[in-house]
């Protein structure tokens, strides 16, 4: 085992609190919030099980691990939830100037679209 698997080392927890292992190196029955994510599953409000941990940019990076066998299906939004969106979305992109519903968020450092803010640039 390298120096720095046998750094990252510590299934008891004694080390670090929790248990740990280095990168690619943790057991069957764990997984990351984007491993979950991808299974359509969701942490479901269980505390971090173990970690992961690797030399990175800038230092040591962790990557938490959850339990497979907690993890909870993820919440699907409702249709209602689904309308909000769509419409908090398109009030984006509606100029309240001119009232047109543009192709991209109107910004709000100029709070109308871009034909709005310099009318000699659309004109040309």
């Not at 299974?39 to 339990?67: D, E, K, N, S």
């Amino acid at each position: 085992m390298s120096r720095v698997r046998a750094a990252y080392w510590d299934p008891d927890g004694d080390q670090y609190g929790i248990p740990t292992w280095w990168w690619r190196g943790a057991p069957a029955g764990y997984a990351t919030r984007r491993q979950l994510r991808s299974a359509g599953l969701c942490p479901g409000g269980q505390p971090v099980a173990a970690q992961i941990l690797w030399r990175g940019v800038g230092g040591t990076r962790v990557a938490h691990l959850y339990r497979l066998a907690l993890a909870r299906p993820k919440r699907t939004a409702t249709p209602a939830q689904l309308r909000a969106i769509r419409a908090a979305l398109t009030a984006r992109r509606t100029c309240p100037v001119c009232g047109v519903v543009r192709p991209y968020y109107i910004p709000r450092s100029l709070g109308e679209c871009l034909d709005c803010a310099d009318p000699l640039e659309a004109a040309a």
